[in-house]
């Protein structure tokens, strides 16, 4: 999970605490911006890019993966070092990064002396869904370039920080949404941003699963870790305080204090989407509903969930849902007044069609009739260079975000996942997961950046 120290020595203590008085950002974003910038290394079209990993669990283990895939297209880079606070977690990490790329990583179990190291250019977050916002503050407060796991925040406060703290270092920031730089959802934007489908005026996301998702009851991690052998209070990066929790510690998603668990994992991806889509951003307002209606287990979050939101400026509406009981019927459409996007999958799916509208009436009001007799056969959305139709899954380690990434570190522009998108999401996750936990219609205060439980004054 997190990388931090632990109690042992007066000098750790300090340490932590220093730590954990930086990531609050009491004082906000101007108490993290610093000075980096003018210690850190830019790095050059040329240069080796030494990268560390911060979190060395399930999703580093495809971030390492992804990185092996880059080294295709550019293979000048090293995996540096690994850092968790959790032993067995962190000799995993580094053992796996050995097998993909031949050399042992340095290895911490504190995040603030690896982000110390001179020779570090860039770090990849994966830790808990609470605690990437204010790490990833602390990283490019440290000169660091980054790649941050989404969701960017849970709480607006987190997003602003993040936000602020890294539009301030001039670093480069990559967001986790990896299908931002996937070729067929970039096809897809195109096609909208052609006019080919018209006006838009809904889109639709359901994407499901049949199980207890986040939950194992037999996790072996479960049986096996200590409270002595990790930081708990570094952990919870100050969320309220509970007596340590294994359980809690591996399956956070599942817990309300630590995420609202389908909207920061599905939804953030999903939501993300539609504002890459939309080249909007933040829902104007969101309500959502849901419950835990399958899995009655230990889970604070549901496991049944939908949301619906407008976009005023640009007329469209969004829906969004998610069921752990069954996986039938995945599906993402996209509805314009002269044509339909149709992908028969859920997250990321790179199989979408085409299919035309050819007639608006109503009696004898005709606004267009293209109609030739004959029904529309849907087009399959063909990417040059890629044959056949593609399945309707793919795995979700994508090396064309790693390549963007590095890429962006060599070039300094703007990665596809910028800090900006990072922000969109993070809000609309809060939006969504309010609205279900209050019960109410949330709304966005775009001037005052604030969510509010009623229309913001004109």
Known sequence: MNAAGSNKTSNLKLNRRSFLARAAGAAGAAALTGTAASYARIIGANDRIRIGQVGCSDRAFGHRNMLQMSAATDPNFDLHSVCDIWSVNREKGADHAKKLFGTRPKTFKYSEDLLADPDLDAVMIATGDHQHARILAEVVRAGKDCYCEKPMANTLEDAKLARDTVKASGRVVQMGSQWLSDPYQQRVREIIRSGRLGKITRIEQSWNY????WHIPKDPDIAAIREEDTDWERWLLGRPWRPFDARVYFEFRIFKDFSGGITDQWYSH???LVHFYLDTFIPDDTVSNGGIFAWHDVRENPDTFSCLSTFQK???LYSYSSSYGNAYGDHTVIRGTEGTLYSPGGEGSPQWWFLPETRSAWGSNIVFNRSTGKKPEPE???IPGHEGIPPIHQ???QKYHTDNWLACMRSRKTPNGSIETGFAHSVAVVMATRSYREGK????????????DHPPSS
């Open 380 to 382: 399959p959305v063909a």
């Open 314 to 316: 640009k007329e469209v």
């Open 210 to 213: 049949n199980g207890p998702r």
């Open 441 to 452: 219609k949330m709304y966005w205060d775009a001037a005052g950046e604030e969510i509010l």
């Open 270 to 272: 999903g939501s993300g």
């Open 395 to 397: 795995d979700d380690d």
